[in-house]
């Protein structure tokens, strides 16, 4: 069966870090970029950064760049996401997405996902 199990939310203070892991299971891990997104209550859900293994390419919104790094590990079909400098903005259910089509600058969106994990919720106080 196709499964994305994501872990490693919790609750920091601003300004900590927190590792975000998916790991896939059920599907071919190079066919597919893989990513997190994320949402507060009241808002969107919006795209926050994603990786293809196939080449590399990696994608981050704008408000995370500098503070996040998205990896992949192959040999285990994982995707990490190192969350540093966090903000109190932060504070969201993160989602774990894999998609086979993805945009130009290497961004999947919500209406491209093919398979979704569950959401780990990360908080961060203030």
């Known amino acids: 069966d196709v499964q994305l199990q994501a872990s490693g939310g919790g609750l920091v203070q601003a300004g900590g870090s927190l590792r975000l892991s998916c790991a896939a299971f059920?599907?071919?891990?190079?066919?597919?970029?893989i990513g997190w997104f994320r949402q507060a209550p009241g808002k969107e859900r919006e795209g926050v950064s994603c990786?293809?293994?196939?080449?590399?390419?990696?994608y981050y919104t704008d408000s995370v760049k500098g503070r996040f790094t998205i990896s992949s590990d192959r040999t285990k079909n994982t995707v990490y996401l190192q969350m540093n400098s966090l903000k109190p903005e932060d504070t969201a259910v993160y989602y774990c997405?894999?998609?086979?089509?993805?945009?130009?600058?290497?961004?999947?969106?919500?209406?491209?996902?093919?398979?979704w994990g569950q959401g780990t919720l990360v908080t961060v106080s203030s």
């Open positions: 990786i293809s293994s196939f080449d590399g390419l990696t």
């Open positions: 997405a894999a998609s086979a089509i993805r945009g130009p600058d290497g961004a999947i969106t919500v209406h491209q996902v093919n398979y």
């Open positions: 059920g599907f071919t891990f190079d066919d597919y970029a």
